[in-house]
Nanobody
Framework: QVQLVESGGGLVQAGGSLRLSCAASRRTFSAMGWFRQAPGKEREFVASIDYIGGSTYYSDSVKGRFAISRDNVKDTLYLQMNSLKPEDTAVYYC???????????????????WGQGTQVTVSS
């Protein structure tokens, strides 16, 4: 089992930036990702990164504004969010695939471990 704990959420004005972090209880040896869920909507994919950190993939809605990265020494995943928009408001979740599943995934069911989420609110 891997426990994931997100931090870094908060309230920011449109156009601002936030950096989310996700600390893992141990090395995941797997790809990881970020998802988000707005009120009344389904959880949606935001970004994913492979285990080595050499490959990334983004949803069209955040491409060019968000950057996913990881530090495998610190067992921490990051999401740098720039040029934030009110429609980015959501609870953001960190997720990890099972050990040895090192390649990027974009579908909710392909991730086995989830954090509790951190709220991001962007005001207009």
């Amino acid at each position: 089992q891997v426990q994931l704990v997100e931090s870094g959420g908060g309230l920011v004005q449109a156009g601002g930036s936030l950096r989310l972090s996700c600390a893992a209880s141990r090395r995941t040896f797997s790809a990881m990702g970020w998802f988000r869920q707005a009120p009344g909507k389904e959880r949606e994919f935001v970004a994913s990164i492979d285990y080595i950190g050499g490959s990334t993939y983004y949803s069209d809605s955040v491409k060019g504004r968000f950057a996913i990265s990881r530090d495998n020494v610190k067992d921490t995943l990051y999401l740098q969010m720039n040029s934030l928009k009110p429609e980015d408001t959501a609870v953001y979740y960190c997720a990890a695939r099972r050990p040895a599943q090192s390649t990027i995934a974009t579908v909710h069911r392909e991730f086995s471990f989830w954090g509790q989420g951190t709220q991001v609110t962007v005001s207009s």
